[in-house]
Nanobody, 120 residues
Protein backbone atom coordinates (compact mmCIF):
# COMPACT_ATOMS: atom_id res chain seq x y z
CA UNK A 1 0.00 0.00 0.00
CA UNK A 2 1.30 3.42 -0.96
CA UNK A 3 0.26 6.65 0.74
CA UNK A 4 0.66 10.21 -0.49
CA UNK A 5 0.64 13.16 1.88
CA UNK A 6 0.43 16.73 0.56
CA UNK A 7 1.42 19.91 2.38
CA UNK A 8 1.96 23.58 1.65
CA UNK A 9 -1.48 24.86 0.71
CA UNK A 10 -3.01 28.00 2.14
CA UNK A 11 -4.29 31.49 1.48
CA UNK A 12 -2.23 33.83 -0.67
CA UNK A 13 -2.83 37.18 -2.36
CA UNK A 14 -2.93 37.48 -6.15
CA UNK A 15 0.60 37.62 -7.51
CA UNK A 16 1.95 35.64 -4.58
CA UNK A 17 3.68 32.28 -4.41
CA UNK A 18 3.19 28.93 -2.73
CA UNK A 19 5.12 25.69 -2.78
CA UNK A 20 3.30 22.38 -2.49
CA UNK A 21 4.98 19.16 -1.44
CA UNK A 22 3.81 15.56 -1.71
CA UNK A 23 5.65 12.67 -0.09
CA UNK A 24 4.99 9.05 -1.00
CA UNK A 25 5.53 6.29 1.53
CA UNK A 26 4.88 2.60 1.88
CA UNK A 27 5.97 -0.48 0.00
CA UNK A 28 7.51 1.30 -2.97
CA UNK A 29 9.86 -0.29 -5.48
CA UNK A 30 9.73 2.45 -8.05
CA UNK A 31 7.61 5.47 -8.91
CA UNK A 32 7.03 6.27 -12.57
CA UNK A 33 5.04 9.46 -12.94
CA UNK A 34 4.13 11.89 -10.17
CA UNK A 35 1.74 14.72 -10.76
CA UNK A 36 -0.52 17.45 -9.48
CA UNK A 37 -4.18 17.85 -10.31
CA UNK A 38 -6.66 20.43 -9.08
CA UNK A 39 -10.40 20.67 -8.69
CA UNK A 40 -12.27 23.92 -8.27
CA UNK A 41 -15.85 24.01 -6.96
CA UNK A 42 -18.28 22.86 -9.62
CA UNK A 43 -15.52 21.86 -12.03
CA UNK A 44 -13.87 18.63 -13.06
CA UNK A 45 -10.48 17.63 -11.74
CA UNK A 46 -7.78 18.71 -14.19
CA UNK A 47 -4.11 18.01 -14.67
CA UNK A 48 -1.85 20.85 -13.56
CA UNK A 49 1.55 19.25 -14.18
CA UNK A 50 3.30 15.92 -14.05
CA UNK A 51 6.85 14.62 -14.14
CA UNK A 52 8.31 11.25 -15.07
CA UNK A 53 11.09 9.47 -13.25
CA UNK A 54 13.46 10.72 -15.94
CA UNK A 55 12.40 14.32 -15.35
CA UNK A 56 10.20 14.87 -18.38
CA UNK A 57 7.44 17.37 -17.55
CA UNK A 58 3.98 18.27 -18.79
CA UNK A 59 2.07 21.43 -17.89
CA UNK A 60 -1.45 22.67 -18.41
CA UNK A 61 -1.48 25.70 -20.70
CA UNK A 62 -3.02 27.79 -17.95
CA UNK A 63 0.01 27.40 -15.67
CA UNK A 64 2.91 27.37 -18.13
CA UNK A 65 5.53 29.92 -17.20
CA UNK A 66 4.13 30.33 -13.67
CA UNK A 67 4.30 26.86 -12.10
CA UNK A 68 7.27 24.51 -11.89
CA UNK A 69 7.08 20.82 -11.00
CA UNK A 70 10.10 18.96 -9.66
CA UNK A 71 10.82 15.78 -7.76
CA UNK A 72 13.38 14.26 -5.44
CA UNK A 73 13.56 10.56 -6.25
CA UNK A 74 15.65 9.85 -3.14
CA UNK A 75 12.77 11.12 -1.00
CA UNK A 76 9.87 9.94 -3.20
CA UNK A 77 8.66 13.52 -3.11
CA UNK A 78 7.20 15.82 -5.74
CA UNK A 79 6.97 19.60 -5.49
CA UNK A 80 4.92 22.27 -7.21
CA UNK A 81 6.29 25.81 -7.09
CA UNK A 82 3.46 28.19 -7.91
CA UNK A 83 4.30 31.80 -8.75
CA UNK A 84 2.21 34.72 -9.97
CA UNK A 85 -0.88 33.10 -8.54
CA UNK A 86 -4.27 34.18 -9.83
CA UNK A 87 -7.74 33.88 -8.26
CA UNK A 88 -8.57 31.27 -10.90
CA UNK A 89 -5.86 29.03 -9.42
CA UNK A 90 -8.05 28.59 -6.35
CA UNK A 91 -8.81 24.88 -5.97
CA UNK A 92 -8.07 21.75 -4.00
CA UNK A 93 -4.76 20.42 -5.27
CA UNK A 94 -4.22 16.66 -5.36
CA UNK A 95 -1.02 14.72 -5.77
CA UNK A 96 -0.92 11.43 -7.62
CA UNK A 97 1.71 8.80 -8.33
CA UNK A 98 1.97 5.48 -10.12
CA UNK A 99 4.60 2.77 -10.05
CA UNK A 100 5.43 -0.65 -8.65
CA UNK A 101 5.32 -1.93 -5.08
CA UNK A 102 8.03 -4.12 -3.58
CA UNK A 103 5.92 -7.14 -4.55
CA UNK A 104 5.92 -5.97 -8.19
CA UNK A 105 2.28 -4.94 -8.15
CA UNK A 106 1.35 -1.80 -10.03
CA UNK A 107 -0.10 0.97 -7.92
CA UNK A 108 -1.82 4.27 -8.52
CA UNK A 109 -2.43 6.49 -5.52
CA UNK A 110 -3.95 9.86 -4.72
CA UNK A 111 -3.28 12.21 -1.84
CA UNK A 112 -6.01 13.66 0.32
CA UNK A 113 -5.78 17.12 -1.24
CA UNK A 114 -4.65 20.52 -0.02
CA UNK A 115 -6.61 23.75 -0.39
CA UNK A 116 -5.08 26.67 -2.27
CA UNK A 117 -6.99 29.94 -2.11
CA UNK A 118 -5.87 33.02 -4.03
CA UNK A 119 -7.71 36.09 -2.80
CA UNK A 120 -7.10 39.65 -1.67
Amino acid sequence: QVQLVESGGGLVQPGGSLRLSCAASGSIFTINTMGWYRQAPGKQRELVADITSAGSTTYADSVKGRFTISRDNTKNTVYLQMNSLKPEDTAVYYCDADGLTMTMVRFGSWGQGTQVTVSS
